[in-house]
Nanobody, 124 residues
């Protein structure tokens, strides 16, 4: 059974930091790109960041560029999201995703595997 499990969510004050982790299991994830999307209350899910299969290339949405850093662990089935200088507008459920075709991670459509999400709340 394939699972992506996120951890590290919680409540933080504006200006603070959090680090999200995602562990994928249940199959060989060699060659899979991984990424993060988020969904704020009352809004559509939006792309946050992605990293290609070997960690050489990273991609960020404009709202998080310069504040968030995506990285992969030594094992190909782990991905992290370091979130600094958090703002109240970053409040959302953050979802981990894994997909062989990178554009799908950015669009959020047709992604092969999703986690169940972890809530980040940034207080002002």
């Amino acid at each position: 059974q394939v699972q992506l499990v996120e951890s590290g969510g919680g409540l933080v004050q504006a200006g603070g930091s959090l680090r999200l982790s995602c562990l994928a299991s249940g199959r060989d994830f060699t060659g899979y790109h991984m990424g993060w999307t988020r969904q704020a209350p009352g809004k559509e899910r939006e792309f946050v960041a992605a990293i290609n299969w070997n960690g050489d290339n990273t991609y960020y949405s404009d709202p998080v560029k310069g504040r968030f850093t995506i990285s992969r662990g030594n094992a190909e089935n782990t991905v992290f999201l370091q979130m600094d200088s958090l703002r109240p507008e970053d409040t959302a459920v953050y979802y981990c995703a894994a997909e062989r075709y990178l554009p799908k991670l950015v669009s959020g459509k047709g992604v092969a595997y999703w986690g169940k999400g972890t809530l980040i709340t940034v207080s002002s």
